[in-house]
């Protein structure tokens, strides 16, 4: 689903009301506004707003009669549903796209639809819609703002803390005032961080941890934990050029013991070939091959493509 910054989530069914109230609602409220506005520029109406509501209403009802179904598939129900918008105009990432992508992109963000598995194999990048009572069957419960923003940060220090009032507010793209009423709203302990910084954690999670065993990870391209914080130098260090791309998107990275030292990409042959940005150790070197070669077995043949590039990766792959 749509949610933090108007990214896309994979999220757990539990969780679904949560980023639903926390996030998605307001992101929906904004792209309503945008959308409309950009239909009466196209000349798409009289009353674009009307409009909207009514494909909507007609797409909704398809997708539930069908129980799945494509965009593709869903445009030919109606011809309204067919005509093309500009979006981006002027700019470098200038499209056409249908009416229709839009319509059933506010039914997903409305929580009324969601995606299912994609056409083809696991990395087709088309996908079918499926009303949301395949997975809820009463639909996304109505859940109180302030009370899923808090649980929302509380989620986030469970896997992220300690982080700061920032780190909060990039991830979930909330405003100051409301970033410090959700953290109010779990009790968030204020602690010392190494740069001197104010960090939060949850009031149950301040004993020390003990240092886990060595480790080493091949991490895809928007992984969590890459984009789980704004300020990156703790674990990314210098390497921010060579392993993000110019919108702030992070490319496939490789780990060890809780830091970023290299990348990796996926050559036409299909193997997996890691590149280090510092000297490691041997154990550490030789433990990424072996993840190297065991990521290259899982995915097999298919070809994973990455829509944004990474000045590493490109190199990688020649």
């Known amino acids: 689903m749509l949610g933090m910054r108007r990214t896309l989530f994979l999220v757990p069914l539990d969780d679904v009301p949560i980023v639903h109230a926390a996030a998605a609602r307001a992101i929906a409220s904004t792209e309503r506004r945008r959308t409309v506005a950009m239909l009466g520029q196209a000349g798409i109406g009289p009353h674009p707003e009307a ?6 209403a007609v797409g909704l009802v398809a997708v539930r009669e069908r129980g799945e179904a494509s965009t593709a598939e869903l445009t030919t129900l109606d011809p309204r549903l067919g005509q093309k918008i500009t979006i981006a105009r002027g700019k470098s990432y200038e499209a ?15 929580g009324k639809i969601g995606r299912g598995r994609p056409r083809g194999t696991w990395i087709g990048s088309q996908f079918r819609w499926s009303p949301i009572e395949r997975w809820l069957s009463d639909g996304i419960p109505d859940l109180p703002v302030e009370g ?13 803390g300690p982080g700061t009032s920032d780190d909060i507010r990039w991830w979930t793209g909330w405003t100051a005032a409301a970033t ?20 939060y954690l949850l009031p149950d999670d301040l004993d020390p941890t003990a240092t886990p065993e060595p ?19 703790w674990y990314l260090g210098r390497y921010r050029p060579a392993l993000f791309d110019y919108n702030g998107n992070a490319g496939p990275t490789v780990w060890v013991d809780g830091r970023i030292v290299g990348g990796w990409a996926q050559r036409t042959d299909g193997e997996i070939v890691p590149r280090l940005l510092e000297d490691v150790g041997t154990e550490a070197r030789q433990a990424i091959g072996r993840e190297a070669a065991r990521l290259t077995e899982w995915i097999g043949p298919a070809s994973v493509r990455s829509s944004f590039p990474t000045p590493l990766e490109t190199d990688l792959k020649g």
């Open 51 to 56: 409009l909207l509501e009514a494909l909507e």
């Open 96 to 110: 056409t796209i249908s009416v229709s992508q839009k319509v059933f992109f506010h039914l997903a963000l409305d």
């Open 148 to 160: 899923a923003r808090a649980e929302l940060v509380r989620c986030w220090l469970r896997s992220f």
């Open 215 to 233: 480790w080493v990870a091949l991490l895809p391209a928007l992984d969590a934990t890459t984009m789980g914080w704004t300020d990156r130098d």
């Open 180 to 199: 410090k009423a959700a953290l109010a709203g779990v009790a968030a302990v204020e602690i010392d961080l190494d740069d001197g910084a104010t960090g």
